[in-house]
């Protein structure tokens, strides 16, 4: 069965080499079909951090690649660079698209740049972008064997009150809107701390399934305490066992020096995607 292999927060430049090697290996191993890099690829974004992080990924040579900038891959020192070209660095490093998507038989993923240069840390979702991911989605939203996700790098939920100062801005109307419009997943990053929520229990208006997949850091030792580096790994189940995925939260242990699946879980997803109200 293909899987989605989700990296979030490399943040190259602090990247613990072991553990970049048991990444390698582990991705030797699982073979997933699609990489999604979800932002802060970079520590300070550098061109030599940005070189590495695509040395890296050139490396794992996964079919099919989505990577969207966080809010570490645009220069904060580099006033120029901040104001004027935010992001000439990572489209030197990682192509022109700042919100790339990929189509395959089994899957249709949106990466939304959600990064601001105005912006620090924080990060937001304009009703253009919303409305044009959703155009996106139901593009696909009456084929039930696709999994449809969002990319987004700062989280549309999260599960501790300390970190609700880091919720993406404009996280209410774009989880309605993607819901709506079919969406399963919507994937994030930024607060380096993993967990699958479903977003029916932020919002119990929602018309259908929706789950929020947020990874932890993969490779830098910027590490929550008591968190270990993670990767998320999500299949497709086969269609007999209805409409669901799992994601696998895959933690490098030290004890071993690879990377050991933690967690699974099995998302229930909704059968079709509920017809949108149509919009002038
Ligand atoms: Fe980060
Ligand atoms: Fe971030």
Known sequence: MSGLLQISDPHFGTEQPPVVEALARFVEAQRPELLVLSGDITQRATRAQFNAARRFVDRLAIPHRLVIPGNHDVPLYAFWMRLFAPYARHRAAFGDALEPTIETAGWAVIGVNTTRWYRHTDGEVSAEQIEQVAQQLQRSAGDASKL?????????????????????????????????????????????????????????????????????????????????????????????????????????????????????????????????????
């Open 148 to 280: 449809r996700i969002v990319v987004v790098h700062q989280p549309v939920a999260v599960t501790r009150e300390k970190d609700a100062h880091d919720l993406l801005r404009g996280r209410e109307a774009a989880v309605r809107r993607w819901a709506e419009a079919g969406a399963d997943l919507v994937l994030g990053g930024h607060i380096h701390l993993p967990f699958v929520l479903p977003l029916q229990s932020v919002d119990g208006t929602l018309p259908r399934a929706l789950w929020c997949v947020q990874a932890g850091t993969a490779l830098s030792s910027r590490v929550r305490a008591g968190q270990a580096n993670s990767v998320n790994l999500i299949r497709r189940d086969a269609p007999s066992q209805g409409r669901q995925c799992t994601v696998e939260r895959w933690d490098f242990a030290r004890s071993s020096g690879e990377f050991e699946c933690a967690e699974i879980h099995t998302l229930a997803l909704s059968a079709e995607a509920a017809r949108a109200p149509a919009r002038a």
